[in-house]
């Protein structure tokens, strides 16, 4: 938990009443034989042991292997610009309303380059100003396919012509994978101890 930010944008704030988690870390003492194989197999390929989403889904350790090896990919090696991925991270991520998500791709977002701006924007759920033509090209397609769920022909083609397809691939991945992860820990209720939470929509 140590690379969660202290600070993070304006607009979040800290939730009161905030509900017990429903899927906490499983304990080693409590973990099963599987889920002990799982959490050695995952600690030596990231470097680290589960935490937050993959916490979650260690109560079914397939699934939590399969989604670390799509991650490996999709998290590090996606065809994407830096930046740009961690803005579609934090569309997700703030898209569902998921504090976990956003508080830690926040940071990888501001450490990439990504505007300060942006950040405050898309934490605002207003499209931010000054996008060069790449971010709007990606800020959008992900807009669109998330509340539309699809895209139109003028925003798919823009967003090939920066991406190229093999690119757009890895953008609806993106999005597909984070919001697999929001989706669990909104479930699981996944907490983010001391920090502060995003504001719900409405509010």
């Known amino acids: 938990m140590s690379n969660i930010p202290q600070k993070t944008t304006a607009d979040l704030r800290r939730a009161a009443n905030t509900p017990s988690e429903r899927l906490p870390p499983i304990a080693d003492a409590d973990m099963t ?21 993959f916490c979650v889904m260690l ?9 670390k090896a799509m991650g490996d990919y999709l998290r590090y090696r996606n065809r994407l610009p830096k930046d740009i991925s961690e803005m579609v991270i934090l569309q997700t991520a703030r898209g569902w ?3 976990f998500e956003w508080l830690h791709h926040e940071r990888f977002a501001r450490d990439a380059g990504l505007d300060l701006t942006i950040i405050a924007a898309i934490a605002d759920g207003r499209r931010p100003e000054g996008l060069s033509i790449v971010q709007a090209a990606a800020y959008d397609f992900t807009a669109e396919l998330q509340s539309n769920k699809r895209v139109a022909d003028a925003t798919y083609a823009r967003a090939v012509a920066a991406f190229g397809e093999p690119g757009v691939i890895d953008l609806i991945g993106v999005q597909g994978y984070y919001t697999m992860l929001a989706m669990m820990m909104n479930v699981a209720r996944t907490s983010v101890g001391d920090a502060a939470e995003l504001p719900r929509w409405p509010e």
């Open 97 to 99: 309303t998921q504090s």
């Open 59 to 67: 109560r079914s350790p397939e699934v939590m292997l399969r989604a």
């Open 33 to 53: 034989e599987a889920q002990r194989v799982a959490t050695a197999e995952f600690s030596a390929g990231r470097g680290y042991p589960p935490l937050g989403p």
